[in-house]
C-alpha cells in the first residue's frame, strides 16, 4: 500500500497543472432568476432559539466543522446547519450540478421553505462562496429576510486554485487517487493543509470526515464540486458585491494557504457595508483550529446587528 501511495502522490505532483474545470456549467447568467422547485432537500439541524443564524460549510466539510460554535451560539439565537449538495447527510445525485450557484439555489429554497426572518448567515470557504451568492439573491428578491452576513477565508474572485483541488479536478488521476487511497489518509492530508498547527488535527474529525467520503456518491460530489469550484464568471459575478450593503463581517486568516488574505481585502473594498477582521497564528478553518479565536468576533458581531443595523461605511 505505501508503494502505491507514493506512486500516486508521485503522479500527482508532476500532473496537478493538469486540472480541468467544468465548462459547460451554467454561469450566474442562468441562475439569476433561480428555479424555486425543492427536487432536493438538504440535510439540516436546528438547536436554541432567537434570531436564526445559517451555518455553510465549507469544501470537502460538513455542518460538522462547526461543532464548536454551535452550542455557544445557540445560548443567544437558533442556530441552524445544513449539509451542502453531496456532502454530510445530504443527497448526492449522480449529476452535473455542483457549482456555487446551484448550492446558492438550494440554500435560498431552504430558506424560504423554512419561512427564515431577521436571517444571519455565515458561511465558510466554498460555503461562503455559496453565501455571497444567497445574499445577493435575497437582496434582489426578499431583502426584508437577511439581516446579516458573515464570510469566514472564502471564495470571491478568480484565485490559483490550491494543489488538492487542481488534482481532484484532473481527469484520469483525480479519481484514481480518491478510490485508491486510504479516505482517512486523504482527510488527514487535507486538513494538514486546513490546519496552520497540524498537532491541533483531532483524530475525531478525521474519523469522522472519513466516514463521510465512504458514502454513497460522496467521492463522485467532491470531484465534481472541485471541477465547478471557481464558476467560471466569477470576476462577473463580483460585480454584484458592490450592490450588497447588508452588514458584513469578513473573517480571515493571515496564514490562509488554500484562499489568500488579498483576496480577504479586496472583498473588504468592494462590499460597502463590511468589517475585516484578520486573524494570526491560524489556518483556513478558525472555527475548527482555534474557536475561541472566532468567538468574541462573531457573537459581538451578531449581538450589534440584532439591536440595530450599522450605518454603512463612508
Known sequence: MKIVIFMCLAAALSLSGCAVMDKNTPGWAQYRIPDQSDDLRLASSSTGTGEPVLL???FGASSYSWRHVIAPLAQKYRVITIDLKGFGDSPKPRDDAYSVYEQARLVRNFILDNDLKNL?????????????????YLAASNPELQKSLVLMDNIAYPQELPDFVKILATPILGPLLIHTLPDTFQVKDLLKKVYFNDDLIPQDAIDHYAADLGKPNAKYALLTTARQILPRDLQEFSNNYPNLRIPTLIVWSREDEIV???IGQRLHEHLPNSKLVVLSDVGHAVQEEKPAL?????????????????????
Open 56 to 58: 455553510i460549510h465549507g
Open 120 to 136: 444571519h448567515i455565515v458561511g465558510h470557504s466554498y460555503g461562503g462562496g455559496v453565501a455571497l451568492a444567497v445574499s445577493i
Open 260 to 262: 489568500p488574505l488579498a
Open 294 to 314: 472566532l468567538l468574541p468576533h462573531l457573537q459581538h458581531f451578531l449581538d450589534d446587528q440584532t439591536q440595530h443595523h450599522a450605518a454603512p461605511r463612508h
